[in-house]
């Protein structure tokens, strides 16, 4: 896929409380039922709408038709002698990027990805190899969040969030500011993200 901007779609883990809200009442459902479904993921990290269950029955089987909610899985994971983890993180087309934790005591500094290769091709980063194929969505940006959390240990706590391969960041402010906006602001504020 050479396009630089992935393809539009209904996808949940970007959408913020009003959007889910507006999705419930067009289902003919109560608005607060979007903030719950929003609670669910990004407070509980739940993925499966068949676990929401505060979730009518036509909301959850709604969910279900829409694809998965986190639109990666975990790749491999490196660890480093100084606790540094690389986690390679499969998305949905089957383009590989990575997510890096990097420990610091008991706080936590996760890179995140922005986009599929990079434009740039310095001769020690892999990810420029094959030159930029597509900026990632927001999903696709959160989602590493919710992935690296699998590889928290005890009494980590993500304290930074740094972007990885923003070379072309006029191009990346439509997916990335909602980002920090609803996803990553608040796993660095919110203990039961963090």
């Known amino acids: 896929m050479n396009r630089l901007e992935p393809t539009e779609g209904e996808d949940l883990l970007s959408m913020l409380p009003g959007k ?23 407070k509980r990290r739940v993925m499966d709408p068949e676990e929401m269950t505060n ?16 639109p990666m899985k975990r790749g491999r994971v490196l660890l480093s002698s100084d606790g540094t983890r690389k986690i390679e993180v499969i998305l949905m087309d089957g383009s590989r990027v990575e ?5 610091e005591g008991n706080k936590l500094t996760q890179c995140i990805s922005t986009q599929v290769g990079c434009a740039v091709g310095c001769v020690f980063c ?6 930029l194929k ?4 927001a999903a696709e940006i959160v989602g590493q969040i919710f992935v690296g959390k699998g590889e928290h240990i005890p009494n980590e706590r993500l304290s ?13 402010v439509s997916d990335t500011f909602p980002a920090f906006r609803f996803g990553l602001m608040p796993a660095l504020n919110n203990d039961s993200l963090a």
């Open 20 to 42: 889910l809200e507006d999705m419930a009442i067009a289902l003919g459902l109560k608005g607060y039922r979007g903030s719950q479904l929003f609670s669910w993921i990004h």
């Open 134 to 137: 597509r900026n990632l969505t």
């Open 55 to 70: 979730l009518p029955r036509a909301l959850r089987d709604h969910l279900s038709t829409l694809g998965p909610i986190l």
């Open 99 to 103: 997510t890096v934790l990097i420990p």
């Open 160 to 172: 930074n969030v740094v972007l990885m391969a923003a070379t072309s960041f006029s191009i990346r």
């Open 126 to 131: 892999r990810s420029g190899k094959d030159g």
